[in-house]
């Protein structure tokens, strides 16, 4: 009590050059703060809207395949079938695979509103696939896809068009006049980065049998959707799945054009890659700003030392011990910097809330902030710590003062 009861009087006694003290440490806790915070959130937003559309979903698109000697004039196309894709999903890295086949700008209609919506054909499996949540009823069942059902599930985008605010499940809508009962409706997913073949919200999915029959009315497959069993395998498996295609479609495995790829890893890299880079910069920045919050308290602290030579004097001369000395100036820089790291942490929790209050929740561009209390309070204690350790030599300086020559001008 009597060290706290000290120290607060000696702050109040130097406000001013210990508040000197405390700006560097509220500029680079604020900063820092404001920094990571913004970062970490604006990583989290990108990689969220790139994963809407799958966390593990790879795109397998059907090529050409040139003939040898031949060029690619002579090339034919590689035409994917349902048979494909239940032969993809026998290897051991694929959990699921999906044949997909899409109609843009087709006309739904359901009394008395009709949209140009995109369709798709898809299997049981495109709602763990895709991330396709339930807002209610039911997805697309096996039963569905053999019995060649004419049921629809809609994205929640594609059910407000249709019908408003009203229930969607249960009612009929008529694609390409071929009516179709809906089953379900999917949550809003919002704004995606990364879509095939338009945003999953404005989609229209039926079973793929039912597509084949009533609408393309072809058994061609357009495009194969694969979820590996493991992010690791998504990288070798459309290797695997063009060697099993091509033993059946007779084309080289080799042939890279037969069966091309977009992995959502890839893009999921990207996003590690460039926000790796900004994390690199706030360490080098976060660094920067312990070594000049340092070298800026010391300096403070060995002229508040050469400021309190007299006081220390005279404390020594009645009874004050070195450590006594050292403890006292110790606990000064500890409690500005404590002090300090506490409010610039507010500062910049706080404006960082500000800046996230003007920002569009469903806006792509738009990255909130992830406020981590136990970040800003990470760095406040490192400034701190920082703070205090660079007081140590003012405090051993203070310790070492010679009660004689600091009287001798008394």
Do not use: C
């Not at 898809?122 to 039911?138: K, M």
């Not at 694609?175 to 990364?194: D, N, T």
């Not at 959502?264 to 706030?282: D, K, P, S, T, Y």
């Not at 706080?350 to 990255?367: C, E, F, R």
């Amino acid at each position: 009590m009597d060290l706290l009861r000290e120290t607060l009087r000696s702050l109040r006694a130097h406000a001013f050059r210990f508040g000197l003290t405390s700006l560097g440490i509220v500029w680079g806790t604020l900063m820092l703060t404001y920094l990571t915070t913004t970062t970490t959130g604006a990583q989290r937003h990108f990689t969220d809207q790139v994963e809407k559309v799958g966390e593990r979903i790879v795109w397998v698109f059907p090529g050409r395949v040139a003939k040898q000697d031949v060029g690619e004039r002579g090339a034919r196309p590689v035409e994917l079938e349902l048979e494909d894709v239940k032969r993809a999903e026998t290897l051991a890295s694929v959990s699921h695979a999906d044949p997909n086949l899409a109609m843009f700008s087709s006309i739904v209609r359901a009394a008395p509103r009709t949209r140009l919506l995109t369709v798709f054909g898809v299997t049981a499996h495109a709602q763990s696939i895709r991330n396709f949540a339930l807002a209610s009823g039911r997805f697309l069942t096996v039963e569905d896809e053999r019995n060649g059902a004419r049921v629809a599930f809609l994205g929640a985008e594609a059910a407000t068009r249709l019908f408003g605010r009203a229930p969607a499940v249960g009612r009929t809508i008529q694609i390409e006049s071929i009516r179709f009962r809906v089953v379900g409706v999917a949550v809003r997913k919002g704004a995606q980065l990364v879509h095939i073949s338009g945003r999953d919200d404005e989609g229209v999915l039926v079973p793929i049998s039912a597509m084949q029959r009533w609408l393309k009315k072809e058994d061609r497959v357009e495009v194969m959707v694969l979820e590996p069993a493991t992010v690791g395998e998504s990288f070798g498996v459309t290797p695997q799945v063009r060697q099993l295609v091509g033993l059946h479609q007779g084309f080289d495995p080799r042939a890279d054009a037969a069966l091309s790829e977009f992995n959502i890893q890839e893009a999921l890299g990207l996003v590690r890659a460039v926000f790796g880079g900004l994390h690199l910069f706030l360490y080098a920045a976060s660094a920067i700003t312990l070594l000049v919050g340092a070298v800026g308290v010391m300096n403070i602290m060995l002229v508040v030392v050469a400021e309190r030579r007299r006081e220390i004097g005279l404390r020594k001369a009645v009874g004050a011990s070195r450590r006594a000395i050292f403890v006292q100036f110790l606990a000064e820089a500890a409690a500005v910097a404590l002090a300090a790291g506490g409010l610039g942490a507010l500062l910049g929790i706080g404006l960082v809330q500000i800046l996230a209050t003007g920002l569009q929740p469903d806006d792509p561009g738009s990255s909130p902030p992830l406020v981590d209390p136990t970040i800003a309070l990470v760095i406040a204690l490192a400034l701190a710590g920082t703070a205090v350790a660079a007081s140590v030599v003012p405090a051993l300086r203070a310790a070492r003062v010679s009660p004689a020559e600091s009287l001798r001008d008394l």
